[in-house]
């Protein structure tokens, strides 16, 4: 098991919530946009089914939410208290010196209540052909907007994401959040250290046998993406100034 998987959270399917947190791997991704419409509509159905079933623990859902903060990049925010109810969970977050900014209620699965229960009401009222044509129709249309809209690696997000720079103790986060995502209980992070370029990433299982080695760029890219993203932007660039 050799797969090199972006933390850079990409496509967060979730975090564009206002506090959930889902990891769309970068390959995945890649296999749901190359499938027939048909094929990705039901694969895309069988991942929400999936991630609506899922039920975090109090420690998982802080880690998911101290994972959203770090990708929203403002320093002055943290998660304070992470408290069980009755339908999932109530995370404060805070600034630095504890004035409150927002408290969210999320469902078990770490979505927000409120598009979690109303995605429970869609798949219970509606068929699933239906909701599969609206999923097909929503998918298709976010793949338009990312290779052409102003939020797609083209415009000015993806330069910005292009430009961060992670520290070690936030790549550990970010990576601790993609294997409770993964749903592995089996793996865990192995070691996080700095590298000219970025930083190696180790994951192994609960006994420490090595399971992959992820080698990333600062902004969490597996960096041999990065660097040929680097490339296409710089090359973009050579051929605007050349005109």
Do not use: C, W
């Not at 069980?84 to 409150?100: A, H, K, R």
């Amino acid at each position: 098991m050799n797969r090199k998987t972006s933390i850079a959270f990409i496509a967060a399917g979730l975090i564009a919530g206002t506090s959930a947190f889902a990891m769309s791997v970068e390959t995945e991704n890649n296999e749901v946009r190359m499938m027939g419409g048909k094929h990705r509509s039901a694969m895309m159905m069988s991942k929400l089914s999936t991630h609506m079933d899922k039920e975090f623990t109090t420690d998982q859902v802080r880690t998911l939410s101290e994972a959203r903060l770090i990708m929203q990049g403002n320093p002055n925010v943290r998660v304070d208290e992470v408290k069980p109810t009755e339908n999932g969970y109530s995370v404060t977050i805070v600034t630095q010196d504890n004035s409150l900014v927002e408290e969210l209620k999320l469902a078990k699965n770490a979505m927000p209540l409120e598009r979690y229960e109303a995605l429970q009401k869609r798949m219970e009222n509606r068929s699933s052909g239906e909701l599969r044509e609206r999923m097909k129709d929503r998918g298709e249309r976010k793949a338009r907007a990312g290779q052409r809209g102003h939020k797609g690696p083209r415009g000015q997000a993806g330069h910005k994401m292009m430009a961060r720079e992670f520290t070690a103790d936030q790549i550990e986060t970010l990576t601790e959040a993609k294997l409770i995502m993964r749903g592995n209980d089996n793996l865990k992070l192995g070691k996080v250290t700095s590298t000219d370029n970025g930083y190696n990433v180790t994951i192994v299982t609960q006994d420490n046998s090595l399971v992959e080695e992820q080698q990333l760029a600062k902004n969490g890219m597996p960096l041999d993406r990065f660097e040929k993203i680097q490339k296409r932007i710089e090359a973009r660039k050579a051929k605007v100034d050349a005109k």
